[in-house]
């Protein structure tokens, strides 16, 4: 198993719990450079403009800018960055990741995010496709993306992108006989799926048990053989709570999940967003509405508890075929230096 985790941009992943750090840099870089001494192998950089789990004026760090600054003060920790297809134009964006992964040594990975966020995209007065169109975007964009990325020149005429004589130089560094970075992508659409299977080299789920994302898994790799392409990754999303003692795990569990002024109807600022998101993907299974409290039904997999019943749970989940989990933890510093020692170094 490898080991990721969520970068603080937003200060910190708890959607009842205001006490946690702020969103800075200073945070952000320190946080970054001490997992690479502890053990952790990925960090997931979020794009988005506005704060989805404080509040939509909190503050929230820039994705990319963060990413090109870490790339040069790391050396060893992998740098998923999420990129918004409708937000970044691809020739330039080929130009500009490609630069990045060449000053991280070639430790830069894509995590292509087909936006679901419309109040967001009208803020910033920037093209929302609907579901299909979105991935039918998406599509053309990596294909511009990888074409810039292999060849010398790129020539493109589609539906969404035109590109005549264009050329990407100093391209990115090949890894592990891949001529660009690695490409993440998650989805559970018909249409998202496809494209995954098609363009992408790993699947990432939201958090859940491995009854269910064993299916899922087992689904991905046939569309995959299906292309005759080499075989993916598969990646899930989780929250991890460790105590030394059971008790004092589910203790913490209720703390982070009890939304203030939910009963009383006076919500927090967030609660809004993710009504929108609700009402606005195709889901597989419905969210609880406990699952406002930590992102990607990170509490589905059930890390929390000891580290023992941790290490047996993460085991279930190889079993089936997972081999890198993406985690959110609180306060972040502290309970990523004890995840560390009890789970990955043990």
Same mark, same amino acid.
């Given at each position: 198993?490898?080991?990721?985790?969520?970068?603080?941009?937003?200060? !910190?992943?708890?959607?009842?719990?205001?006490?946690?750090?702020?969103?800075?840099?200073?945070?952000?870089?320190?946080?970054?450079?001490?997992?690479?001494?502890?053990?952790?192998?990925?960090?997931?950089?979020?794009?988005?403009?506005?704060?989805?789990?404080?509040?939509?004026?909190?503050?929230?760090?820039?994705?990319?800018?963060?990413?090109?600054? +870490?790339?040069?003060?790391?050396?060893?920790?992998?740098?998923?960055?999420?990129?918004?297809?409708?937000?970044?134009?691809? *020739?330039?964006?080929?130009?500009?990741?490609?630069?990045?992964?060449?000053?991280?040594?070639?430790?830069?990975?894509?995590?292509?995010?087909?936006?679901?966020?419309?109040?967001?995209?009208?803020?910033?007065?920037?093209? #929302?496709?609907?579901?299909?169109?979105?991935?039918?975007?998406?599509?053309?964009?990596?294909?511009?993306?990888?074409?810039?990325?292999?060849?010398?020149?790129?020539? #493109?005429?589609?539906?969404?992108?035109?590109?005549?004589?264009?050329?990407?130089?100093?391209?990115?560094?090949?890894?592990?006989?891949?001529?660009?970075?690695?490409?993440?992508?998650? !989805?559970?659409?018909?249409?998202?799926?496809? +494209?995954?299977?098609?363009?992408?080299?790993?699947?990432?789920?939201?958090?859940?048990?491995?009854?269910?994302?064993?299916?899922?898994?087992?689904?991905?790799?046939?569309?995959?053989?299906?292309?005759?392409?080499?075989?993916?990754? #598969?990646?899930?999303?989780?929250?991890?709570?460790?105590?030394?003692?059971?008790?004092?795990?589910?203790?913490?569990?209720?703390?982070?999940?009890?939304?203030?002024?939910?009963?009383?109807?006076?919500?927090?600022?967030? #609660?809004?967003?993710?009504?929108?998101?609700?009402?606005?993907?195709?889901?597989?299974?419905?969210?609880?509405?406990?699952?406002?409290?930590?992102?990607?039904?990170?509490?589905?997999?059930?890390?929390?508890?000891?580290?023992? *019943?941790?290490?047996?749970?993460?085991?279930?989940?190889?079993?089936? !075929?997972?081999?890198?989990?993406?985690?959110?933890?609180?306060?972040?510093?502290?309970?990523?230096?004890?995840?560390?020692?009890?789970?990955?170094?043990?």
């Amino acid at each position: 198993m490898r080991y990721g985790y969520w970068a603080p941009v937003f200060g !910190g992943w708890l959607r009842n719990v205001d006490d946690e750090r702020e969103a800075s840099w200073e945070n952000l870089s320190r946080l970054v450079r001490r997992s690479e001494e502890i053990g952790w192998d990925l960090t997931l950089v979020a794009e988005l403009n506005l704060n989805d789990i404080k509040g939509v004026e909190a503050p929230a760090l820039d994705a990319w800018s963060s990413a090109g600054a +870490l790339a040069a003060v790391t050396r060893t920790i992998e740098l998923m960055v999420a990129v918004r297809p409708n937000f970044h134009q691809p *020739a330039l964006f080929a130009k500009q990741s490609a630069n990045i992964d060449r000053i991280s040594g070639g430790r830069l990975a894509l995590n292509v995010v087909s936006s679901w966020w419309a109040k967001e995209a009208e803020s910033y007065g920037l093209q #929302f496709d609907q579901h299909d169109d979105r991935y039918a975007r998406t599509t053309e964009w990596l294909q511009v993306l990888d074409s810039l990325w292999t060849r010398p020149r790129t020539d #493109f005429e589609g539906r969404y992108y035109t590109l005549k004589d264009a050329i990407v130089e100093p391209k990115p560094l090949s890894s592990a006989g891949r001529p660009r970075p690695v490409i993440y992508a998650g !989805g559970e659409s018909e249409a998202a799926k496809t +494209l995954i299977a098609r363009y992408c080299d790993a699947y990432v789920m939201h958090g859940d048990t491995p009854e269910v994302i064993a299916p899922k898994i087992a689904d991905m790799k046939a569309r995959r053989e299906s292309f005759g392409l080499p075989p993916m990754q #598969f990646g899930m999303a989780g929250y991890a709570i460790v105590r030394d003692a059971t008790a004092e795990a589910e203790r913490e569990l209720e703390r982070i999940t009890t939304i203030p002024g939910l009963a009383e109807g006076t919500p927090p600022p967030g #609660f809004a967003n993710f009504d929108q998101w609700l009402s606005g993907t195709e889901l597989e299974r419905e969210l609880k509405v406990r699952e406002y409290s930590v992102s990607n039904r990170g509490l589905r997999p059930g890390f929390v508890g000891t580290p023992e *019943a941790i290490r047996e749970r993460i085991q279930e989940f190889e079993a089936v !075929g997972l081999d890198l989990l993406l985690l959110q933890m609180s306060p972040q510093e502290e309970e990523m230096e004890r995840f560390a020692a009890q789970i990955i170094r043990r």
